[in-house]
């Protein structure tokens, strides 16, 4: 009932409003005289009734007028020019009316698309200004860097949340004093201490969707000088296609910042590897797994099998893929049960395999010396025989940069991984290591670390000031793996340049500036390295050769490594040692296939008596060591 009387209301409103023009157009065209009044009463029923048939037609009546913009701006004129259309040749060629001036059809049109637009304009304002009050605008008031494109998007969203857009800084001298919306340009990024002091916002909203890192970082610096919370709005695409609100406004992040551009690929010659194979990717559901499982389904593979031991992350990631059209099938597998992956392998037909399940945390595996094997390092063999046997054709290992000069256990088996991909005989299947840096994002990566302990405590833990990282982020990693994976050679080793590393000190300053917050506010505490930490990180050995790759910042290298008879006889005793339970002979054992690992035994341990060994409850390693010799 009241959604009728509503629309009545608006129709009442509307005739009004184009009786009152038809008037003054009449007052006009007579100086304010009212002559021939008959002949206006008679025509004023056919006129109002073409306006009303004409808005009808451009669906004018809907009353939701707070929400008025330019294509309700076009309706108007649409439907005053169709209605005055109608209304002139029902009046002179079918009434026959010839002394109805002219004039009059010209200066009613202007003087109705004025009100009919006008009354809608005069109310969106009207229902933002309740709507920020009732919202409460002391809370909410702001100045929004940026005075172009991505700033006027902003400025019209951000009424309807309830903020109260204050003013506008923007470097480009040609927009100085200028209004954008009523909001003034109140002077450039430089003069944002000043501005704020002068217009006292409670917050600043970052608009250059455009901004270069270089940009940011300048922008970012003197935001974190005002001492006020700021955030910057997602990419240029977002606005354009309005996907953007303003509670969807995000938090300035590191990947802002990296110190350098990301770097991106060409991946086209990646398609012609991927379409129409049967392709499994192992560690699914992981932070790289999950993010390359989503860009190999853009490939066209004929099927994707995902495999994860861990069963929640890999439902998550089967629901992530409910749409019509994906050909993935979701697997619940270890894949050190050598068994159980060629059950997969064969009843799949696999072409390809993409290994990205490993454990990867440094301080854990250091007190997991057996698990850290058994999984990294003969889990691998175990599969690459296996995916061998079973007539895959193409083998990618991710390797990290820990697996360089390691002083990590988990460094290790990295590395041991990797020798392992480049001394195998060479068959029919290729097989290619990919070697990371630290991946922005990732679970259980510094970033997410940082962020929690600010949000939470207000603090930073560091373990030391001058600590070093390479950087990337999750796209660049999972574009460099599909990169290698379509270039690679035969036992290559694909690097990405990453540039400078970036010092872990630095980024905890850096987020903590982004984070708002001012910096005495957020404590940073040092905690010294962890078991198989090191200050600094490379990214390759002094006796590895490097050279360039079709693509660009993707280097390859290739070194002398063990032969495959003297690793197989080397992970033979590795594979002993693990039955001893003994870190002492594990770790001695494991630094004999890696000589550049970073650690030395302690003279009361080379005394400690060894245990007796018992059977491994380990991958039959022996057998999958003989098959390869054969």
């Known amino acids: 009932m009241f959604v009728r009387q509503r629309s009545v209301v608006i129709v009442v409103i509307q005739v ?20 021939q009044a008959r002949l206006f009463l008679w025509a004023l029923p056919l006129l109002v009734g073409m306006r009303l048939a004409a808005m009808a037609r451009f669906n004018l009546f809907h009353g939701y007028w707070r929400y008025t913009g330019m294509s309700d701006a076009l309706d108007v004129v649409k439907a005053v020019a169709l209605g005055s259309l109608g209304f002139l040749i029902a009046e002179r060629w079918i009434v026959g009316a010839s002394s109805f001036p002219l004039s009059v059809y010209f200066i009613e049109a202007v003087l109705t698309a004025g009100a009919l637009g006008g009354v809608r304009i005069l109310s969106r304002a009207f229902m933002q200004r309740v709507q920020v009050h009732a919202n409460g605008i002391s809370g909410k008031s702001v100045v929004v860097i940026g005075a172009g494109c991505g700033a006027a998007m902003l400025l019209r969203e951000l009424p309807r949340s309830g903020y109260t857009v204050l003013a506008l800084v923007d470097d480009d001298p040609a927009k100085a004093g200028v209004r954008l919306h009523g909001v003034p340009v109140a002077g450039k990024v430089e003069d944002l201490c000043a501005v704020v002091r002068r217009y006292g916002p409670a917050e600043l909203m970052i ?3 455009s901004a270069t890192r270089e940009e940011m970082r300048r922008i970012t610096e003197r935001c974190q000088e005002t001492g006020l919370r700021f955030r910057t709005i997602p990419g240029l695409a977002d606005l354009i296609h309005g996907t953007v609100t303003v509670e969807q406004l995000r938090e300035v992040n590191l990947e802002d910042l990296l110190g350098r551009e990301p770097v991106e690929f060409n991946l086209q010659s990646v398609r012609r590897k991927i379409a129409g194979r049967v392709v499994m990717v192992t560690g699914a559901a992981g932070s790289i797994g999950s993010e390359l ?3 190999l389904l853009m490939y066209g593979p004929s099927k994707l099998v995902c495999v994860d031991q861990a069963e929640t992350p890999l439902f998550h990631l089967q629901r992530a893929h409910s749409r019509p059209g994906v050909k993935a099938v979701y697997c619940v597998a270890d894949v050190t049960d050598s068994g159980r992956m060629r059950d997969l392998i064969e009843e799949h037909d696999v072409r390809a395999i993409f290994h990205a399940a490993a454990y990867k945390h440094v301080s854990l595996m250091e007190e997991n010396l057996q698990e850290a094997v058994k999984n990294n390092v003969f889990g691998l063999l175990s599969l690459i025989e296996v995916a061998g046997q079973s007539g895959c054709e193409d083998f990618l290992l991710i390797s990290s940069d820990k697996a360089v000069h390691p002083t990590s256990f988990m460094g290790c088996t990295k590395r041991i991984g990797e020798l392992i991909v480049a001394s195998r005989p060479s068959g029919p299947m290729r097989c290619v290591s990919v070697r990371f840096g630290n991946v922005l994002g990732s679970q259980g990566s510094v970033i997410p670390l940082f962020q929690e302990q600010i949000r939470t405590h207000r603090q930073i833990t560091v373990t030391d000031p001058n600590v070093t990282r390479y950087f990337m982020t999750i796209p660049e990693a999972v574009s460099l793996v599909l990169q290698a994976f379509a270039i690679g050679g035969k036992g290559d080793i694909l ?12 980024m905890a300053e850096t987020l903590i500036r982004l984070s708002g917050i001012p910096r005495e506010n957020v404590k940073i505490v040092f905690s010294g390295l962890r078991p198989g930490e090191k200050l600094f990180e490379e990214l390759f050995y ?4 490097r050279a360039a790759t079709d693509a660009q910042k993707v280097l390859r290298t290739r070194s002398r490594v063990t032969s495959w008879q003297a690793l197989q006889a080397q992970l033979q005793a590795l594979h002993a ?7 002492e002979r594990i770790r001695s054992k494991v630094k004999e296939i890696v000589p550049q690992y970073q650690w030395e035994p302690a003279e009361e341990s080379r005394r400690k008596p060894v245990l007796a060994a018992k059977e491994p409850a380990m991958v039959p390693v022996g057998a999958a060591l003989s098959s390869a010799t054969d």
Do not use: Y
Not at 495 to 506: A, S, T
Not at 542 to 545: I, L, Q, S
């Open 495 to 506: 690097v990405l340049d990453m540039g400078q590393p970036v010092r872990i000190l630095d």
């Open 16 to 35: 009004v409003l184009i009786a009152l023009s038809a008037g003054f157009a009449w007052l006009l065209r007579f100086d304010f005289a009212f002559p």
């Open 577 to 583: 040692e693990c039955a001893t339970a003994a870190p």
């Open 293 to 295: 499982c989503n860009q």
């Open 207 to 209: 608009a250059i969707p």
């Open 542 to 545: 002094d006796f590895e050769g």
